[in-house]
């Protein structure tokens, strides 16, 4: 089994779109990032890449890369999929807390939700979509997003033992 944690903040900025979790909801701002800016997206890329010690989402996408410009972070979240695959891991469960002032995520949560169990692959219930307003902090103009997520070894991975084993039996009786 792996943990692996993620943060990150984005700040509000008005007449842009504001996507949390692949969903774009209706809000006068949305958040100023060089990708669209999905801070859930990103804390959960870089909570996969740390669980298998794999580095963080500004490896694998330079923020000054052109390339990445207004990107899905769908992108990035793919590629955190590729190296916990890569590292013989599937996900168990996700859980994150956002905070922000507003709009409020508690009507959405659940199509939240939905986008991001869909986009990990895994099903809803095993994704924790939490909101909280920033009381006392000061952050009114950020979103922030924190995220835990557990990775257990593949279930495919003992198979394949089993089947390279297999094979070997089978060549020394054929030896
Ligand atoms: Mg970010």
Redesign the pocket.
């Known amino acids: 089994m792996r943990i692996g944690y993620g943060w ?1 903040s ?1 700040e509000f900025k008005a007449g842009i779109p504001l996507v949390i979790g692949g969903v774009k909801l209706p809000h006068g701002k949305g958040l100023a ?1 060089h ?1 669209d ?1 999905d ?1 859930l997206l ?1 804390a959960i890329t870089d909570a996969l890449l740390g669980a298998v010690a794999a580095g963080d ?1 500004g490896s694998y996408f330079p923020p000054n890369d052109p390339e990445w410009k207004g990107a899905n972070s769908a992108v990035f979240l793919g590629e955190a999929l590729k190296q916990i695959a890569k590292a013989g891991y599937e996900i168990s469960n996700v859980d994150s807390t956002l905070i922000l002032e507003s709009p409020k995520i508690g009507p959405h949560a659940g199509e939240i939700q939905k986008s991001v169990a869909r986009l990990l692959g895994i099903p809803c219930n095993a994704v924790g979509i939490k909101a909280k307003t920033p009381e006392g902090m000061g952050t009114d103009d950020a979103a922030i997003a924190h995220v835990a997520v557990l990775l257990v070894k593949k279930s495919g991975t003992r198979m394949a033992h089993r089947t390279k084993r297999t094979s070997k039996s089978k060549s020394r009786r054929r030896g």
């Open positions: 990150d984005h990032g990708s800016g801070v990103h989402i």
